[in-house]
Structure formats: structure tokens, C-alpha cells
């Protein structure tokens, strides 16, 4: 069973029409959980670190937020140069040092 | 501020060759280093992570191989390549302070093993 379930797979937004990607995690104790955007042949851009559940960060147009079993990006009036594959990651405690990635979710956002 | 470097930036290699791919960071010291594997449909996985010098740990059992001969230098090895490790290879550092620390990627090698 996977640990970080992302959804949905792909998505497919017009320019200015916001949406929500979720990220759902099945871990014993959370230390944190991370948000990066990544690009086609590039590695993972760092986003966000949410460490509690009620906890929102933002940054230009996307919002995350964290619940107890999952956390959600939102992208409000998104424009074609967010789209990327958004990645979610978390870090468990009593565990080693490594982040448990999802799949992604892929954004493309035409004009 | 902090920067890190992966080379090769692409590596085509056929199979039973040896491999060597190398991090560097810049900008920090004493920092923990990670190398991931990002296989096509997969999310990444972590291979190997360091939090000093000669230090290492493997999350994985397979063919490769990592060393930390320098502070800031992380090296990514295998003695003979395999179908299987085509993929692509991020090093990643976050700040050796413990605790929740993020951690940051660099631009990646791809692999293609023949």
C-alpha cells in the first residue's frame, strides 16, 4: 500500500480557472509534509513544508493546506507557465531520513 | 547561497559498464546529502543518504553504490550497470542541523543503460 496518494494523475485547467490537487497520506506520525513543482527533465523545485494539521502556507498563486490525513494545493487563476508535475512528500517520525514521495499530479494549464 | 551540481547532466552506458555520478554543493557545509531514483510512472525513491563524511546509509539493496569522500561531495557508483538502472538520478541536500529539514534537488542525470 502506498504511503502518499496523489490526485488526480493529470489535470487539465484553463488559464484563470483555479482547482485543487490533493495529496493523502497513510503514515503513523507526520514530521512534515512537502510540497515541490517540478518541470519536465529537471529535479523538484521546493514549494512548501507544512508541519501541522491547520497549518496553510502561500506563495503567488497556489495555497497549501494540511488536515490529519491529507493536504491540498490550491491554484488560484492559474496561467500556462504553472504548468508542471506537483509533487508531495512526507517525512515520518521514527523513521530514517528520507522523504516518501506520490506519483505526481500533472497540471497543464492552457492559455 | 546554497547551490548544487550534478554531473553528468546525461549519461548513455551499455550494460555491464561501470558508473560513477557525482554532487557537489556549494554554499553550505556539514550539509546531509541524498541520492534519489525517479523511474518513468514511479515517484522518486531514495537510494542513499549521508550525514558526514564516509558516512552512508542504503535504503535500498541493489547494484549501486555511494561514497562521500569530501563535506559537500556525494558520488553515486556501480561496478557493472544493469537494464534496470536507466532512470533519473537526483543528489539533494538539506542543512545537517536535524530536526524537519527540507530538502533541495539538483537538476538531475538522466541514464539510459543499453
Known amino acids: 500500500e502506498d504511503q502518499v496518494t496523489q490526485s488526480p494523475e493529470a489535470l487539465r485547467l484553463q488559464e484563470g480557472e483555479s482547482s485543487s490537487l490533493n495529496c493523502s497520506y497513510t503514515?503513523?506520525?507526520?514530521?512534515?509534509l512537502f510540497w515541490y513543482r517540478q518541470d519536465p527533465g529537471k529535479g523538484p523545485e521546493f514549494l512548501f513544508t507544512?508541519?501541522?494539521a491547520g497549518e496553510e502556507k502561500e506563495k503567488e498563486r497556489l495555497k497549501a493546506t494540511l488536515t490529519k490525513k491529507e493536504s491540498f494545493l490550491h491554484i488560484t487563476a492559474p496561467k500556462p507557465e504553472d504548468s508542471a508535475t506537483y509533487l508531495c512528500?512526507?517525512?515520518?517520525?521514527?523513521?530514517?531520513?528520507?522523504?516518501?514521495f506520490g506519483k505526481g499530479t500533472k497540471l497543464t494549464v492552457n492559455p | 547561497s546554497q547551490t548544487i551540481h550534478q554531473w553528468p547532466a546525461t549519461l548513455v552506458q551499455p550494460v555491464g559498464s561501470p558508473l560513477s555520478l557525482e554532487c557537489t554543493v556549494e554554499?553550505?557545509?556539514?550539509?546531509?546529502l541524498y541520492w534519489y531514483r525517479q523511474a518513468a510512472g514511479r515517484g522518486l525513491q531514495l537510494l542513499f543518504y549521508?550525514?558526514?563524511?564516509?558516512?552512508i546509509s542504503s535504503e535500498v539493496p541493489q547494484n549501486l553504490s555511494a561514497s562521500r569522500p569530501q563535506d559537500r561531495q556525494f558520488i553515486l557508483s556501480s561496478k557493472k550497470l544493469l537494464l534496470s538502472d536507466s532512470g533519473f538520478y537526483l543528489c539533494?541536500?538539506?542543512?545537517?542541523?536535524?530536526?524537519?529539514?527540507?530538502?533541495?534537488f539538483g537538476p538531475g542525470t538522466r541514464l539510459l543503460v543499453l
Open positions: 539533494a541536500w538539506s542543512p545537517g542541523t536535524g530536526g524537519l529539514e527540507t530538502q533541495y
Open positions: 503514515v503513523s506520525g507526520l514530521r512534515g
Open positions: 507544512l508541519y501541522s
Open positions: 512528500a512526507v517525512k515520518e517520525w521514527g523513521g530514517s531520513e528520507k522523504l516518501v
Open positions: 554554499g553550505t557545509s556539514n550539509p546531509n
Open positions: 549521508s550525514v558526514g563524511i564516509g558516512q
